[in-house]
Antibody
Framework: QLVESGGGLAQPGGSLRLSCAASGFTFSSYAMGWVRQAPGKGLEWVAATSGSADDTYYADSVKGRFTMSRDSPKSTLFLEMNSLRAEDTAVYYC??????????????WGQGTLVTVSS | EVVLTQSPGTLSLSPGERATLSCRASQYVSSNYLAWYQQKPGQTPRLLIYGASSRATGIPDRFRGSGSETDFTLTISRLEPEDFAVYYCHQYGTFGPGTKVDIK
């Protein structure tokens, strides 16, 4: 099970920190990531990290502004979002890959947390 | 970075008909890492196909994935009412824009 938290309303230029609490599997054995979906739009990868956290991907649109981290003992994934823009408004899904490798596919999704960036 | 293009954007069909969805990559994609997802309104995506042609757990055999290199296809042999949804192809770091399959 993946449970996100931390979404809400932020001002342009502001910050938010998303959390994803994982349970039911060995967290450190699987790649994890964040996918977002703007209202009425398609899916967009935000960031992903391998099981060992030695391989990481960030979308160009968030590089330098967002930082993903994982706390394996607490089975929790984080997404620190800074310098937020209106175009970051979306539902953010926590995603679990089928293996430790971020090249593979996602087999489990959280229910999502809504981030709204507006003044 | 690979760009995935899906066609058509919308496919209007009747239950019982065959649906053929295309996903084209801007450069070579390993078949090992091409996946398809289904998303219904208000729901999270569901993994249908991985490795271009392997069905995920619990996916009925009317869903078939095929293709290689830059051209991949998802075929739904006979549409059931629950199959009307948006379908996305996916490869490392990118999703296609999606194909909406709606009821004619």
């Amino acid at each position: 099970q993946l449970v996100e938290s931390g979404g809400g309303l932020a001002q342009p230029g502001g910050s938010l920190r998303l959390s994803c609490a994982a349970s039911g599997f060995t967290f450190s054995s699987y790649a994890m990531g964040w996918v977002r979906q703007a209202p009425g739009k398609g899916l967009e990868w935000v960031a992903a990290t391998s099981g060992s956290a030695d391989d990481t991907y960030y979308a160009d649109s968030v590089k330098g502004r967002f930082t993903m981290s994982r706390d394996s003992p607490k089975s929790t994934l984080f997404l620190e979002m800074n310098s937020l823009r209106a175009e970051d408004t979306a539902v953010y899904y926590c995603a679990k890959f089928t293996t430790y490798d971020i090249l593979t596919e996602v087999d489990q999704w959280g229910q999502g947390t809504l981030v709204t960036v507006s003044s | 970075e690979v760009v995935l293009t899906q066609s058509p954007g919308t496919l209007s069909l009747s239950p019982g008909e065959r649906a053929t969805l295309s996903c084209r990559a801007s450069q070579y994609v390993s078949s090992n890492y091409l996946a398809w997802y289904q998303q219904k309104p208000g729901q999270t995506p569901r993994l249908l196909i991985y490795g271009a042609s392997s069905r995920a757990t619990g996916i009925p055999d009317r869903f078939r994935g095929s293709g290689s290199e830059t051209d991949f296809t998802l075929t739904i042999s006979r549409l059931e009412p629950e199959d009307f949804a948006v379908y996305y192809c996916h490869q490392y770091g990118t999703f296609g824009p999606g194909t909406k399959v709606d009821i004619k």
